[in-house]
């Protein structure tokens, strides 16, 4: 069983990034959930929240149940949830369930701003 993902974080005038390294899947969605619980509370006055996936190597069907989660909870809010820098594996499969209809998906960081 892989390690928990590792979550760095940087913020800019327009957005809070959030870059995940790993694999995201069941065994570590629940305390994945937590850490961005938190980091996005930390940063509630921010609008645009924008996950990193240039460092993930694999997600499975709980991670992407995790983003489902975390984009409506900022919808909620009025706030939004972007990908960015996603692999082509992982593209496919975001394609294939249609989450690129819930969560915008952009090429790179720069893209997003």
Do not use: W
């Not at 969605?29 to 240039?54: P, V």
């Amino acid at each position: 069983m892989p390690g928990i993902p590792e979550i760095s974080t940087y913020e800019n005038d327009i957005a809070v990034f959030i870059h995940v390294s790993g694999e995201i899947s069941l065994y570590h969605t629940e305390a994945l959930k937590k850490k961005m619980q938190r980091i996005i509370a930390k940063n509630d006055e921010r609008l645009l929240f924008c996950f990193n996936f240039a460092a993930v190597s694999y997600i499975d069907s709980s991670g992407i149940g995790l983003i489902t989660v975390i984009a409506k909870e900022l919808h909620r809010d009025e706030k939004r949830l972007v990908m960015c820098c996603v692999n082509d594996d992982i593209r496919s499969l975001f394609e294939l369930v249609q989450l690129t209809k819930i969560v915008p998906m952009f090429g790179s960081e720069a893209d997003v701003c």
